[in-house]
């Protein structure tokens, strides 16, 4: 069993919830193809589920995974106290959205669990309250896996209301199941 400690609470279970996000997109990519007619081929639907948004005053769901990954990559960054990569924002395709979290879980494999554990206590100031900080519990716990977590979940939402067969236990992506 793995030990609870700040790079476990984080780490691991946003590369998890990244991967989801991916094989979110290609089921969403499969459901686009299946609307593909001669008039209207998969990718004018594809394109249209990307830039489609679950209300007007929200990011569409391309915006939502290019926010998924900066808070993985940012959060782990910061709690590593490291400094984290910077991406171009110029997806436009499932492919080049895939591509990005991959780069992402990639960024994060590279965070070794010593560089975090036992950052608790570290000062954490966020770009909006440069006069402000939070502990590294505080900022793992209260912002950055309740911000990551609506982001991907705004992106399934997305995918939902567009009419991708998917459900609870492709967001959840598996349980690490143990014998009794």
Do not use: W
Request: proline share 6%; with cysteine.
């Amino acid at each position: 069993m793995q030990e609870a400690n700040l790079y476990t609470i984080t780490v691991p279970p946003m590369m998890k919830a990244l991967d989801a996000l991916s094989k979110l997109l290609d089921k969403a990519s499969v459901h686009a193809e299946s609307k593909s007619t001669e008039r209207r081929p998969g990718s004018v639907h594809m394109e249209a589920m990307l830039n489609d948004r679950l209300i007007f005053d929200q990011f569409n769901l391309i915006k939502q995974v290019q926010i998924a990954c900066d808070n993985a990559k940012g959060g782990a960054a910061r709690l590593a106290e490291v400094e984290a990569p910077k991406y171009e924002d110029n997806e436009k395709t499932v492919p080049e959205l895939k591509a990005r979290i991959e780069k992402t879980i990639a960024f994060l494999k590279a965070i070794e669990p010593k560089q975090i554990i036992g950052k608790e206590g570290i000062k954490i100031s966020l770009p909006y309250f440069p006069t402000k900080f939070i502990t590294g519990f505080e900022y793992a716990t209260e912002y950055l896996l309740p911000n990551f977590y609506f982001h991907i979940v705004t992106a399934y939402s997305i995918l939902r209301k567009n009419g991708v067969d998917i459900g609870k236990k492709d967001y959840i992506n598996g349980l690490p199941l143990k014998d009794l």
